[in-house]
């Protein structure tokens, strides 16, 4: 539910990124959206891979700034939540781990290094994001016998991140990019054993990755 409220909310802004009614700006290619894949990579707590894909947009303010806009859907294993909590598990089993789902709405200012007709541009960016986390409950056997029943309430994560790439046209219109990424996780993440009252938190972390992109040029 959380996920479809976020695309509700981020697609019209993303898809305002093209309104044909905009014509001199269309002229300018003042205008893109494309698609994009990606991942990056934290310490194990809560996630090891963070893979995702989205939908991303651009609006040039000028030769050189230019704002973007985006929506990403994420899943990644929250790694191990007994281990988290301290439970002890047999160690013969693999880990049990419990699906995160993301969902990542953000913005940046990027600037554009090299000339406004080039092929190839230099892009760095700072941005700032908000991501919505769902967490299932996730349960299993404890060592010595009984079990344990893991929930995990995580609150809205604030994303900061620093974002440096390429970008080759591809055509009058096409682009592609690719970028290197490195996010830093304002989190709060609370687990709780139902069976045996354990307790455990996480808070703020750090993710580094790279993400690749197609789009289209208004």
């Given amino acids: 539910m959380k996920t479809a409220f976020a695309l509700r909310v981020a697609l019209p802004v993303l ?3 093209s309104s044909p009614a905009l014509a001199r700006a269309e002229e ?3 205008f893109d959206l494309g698609v994009r894949g990606g991942i990056t990579a934290a310490s194990g707590e809560p996630a090891n891979d963070i893979p995702g894909y989205g939908l991303y947009g651009h609006y040039r303010l000028n030769d050189q700034w230019t704002l973007g806009l985006s929506v990403d ?3 990644y294993d ?3 939540p007994a281990r988290v909590l301290g439970i002890p598990v047999d160690p ?3 880990p049990i781990d419990a699906l995160a789902e993301s969902t990542i709405v953000g913005a940046w200012l990027e600037r554009t290094i090299g000339a406004p007709e080039a092929r190839t541009t230099w892009i760095i960016a700072a941005g700032l994001a908000a991501a919505s986390v ?3 409950d996730v349960t299993g056997p404890r060592q010595g016998g009984g079990s344990f029943d893991i929930s995990t309430e995580v609150d809205t994560e604030i994303i900061v991140s620093l974002i440096g790439g390429v970008r080759r046209k591809l055509g009058e219109s096409w682009f592609a990019e690719f970028a290197l990424r490195a996010d830093q ?3 709060d993440w609370q687990s709780t054993d139902q069976i045996s009252g354990a307790t455990a938190s996480i808070n703020d972390y750090s993710a580094y990755g790279a993400y690749l992109g197609f789009g289209f040029r208004f």
Avoid: I, K, S, W
Wanted: glycine share 0%; no cysteine.
């Fill in 92 to 94: 013969a089993l693999e």
């Fill in 73 to 75: 859907l994420v899943e």
């Fill in 15 to 17: 898809f305002m990124l």
């Fill in 185 to 187: 996780h304002f989190a």
């Fill in 28 to 30: 300018e290619h003042r």
């Fill in 134 to 136: 769902d967490v299932p």
């Fill in 78 to 80: 929250y790694e191990d």
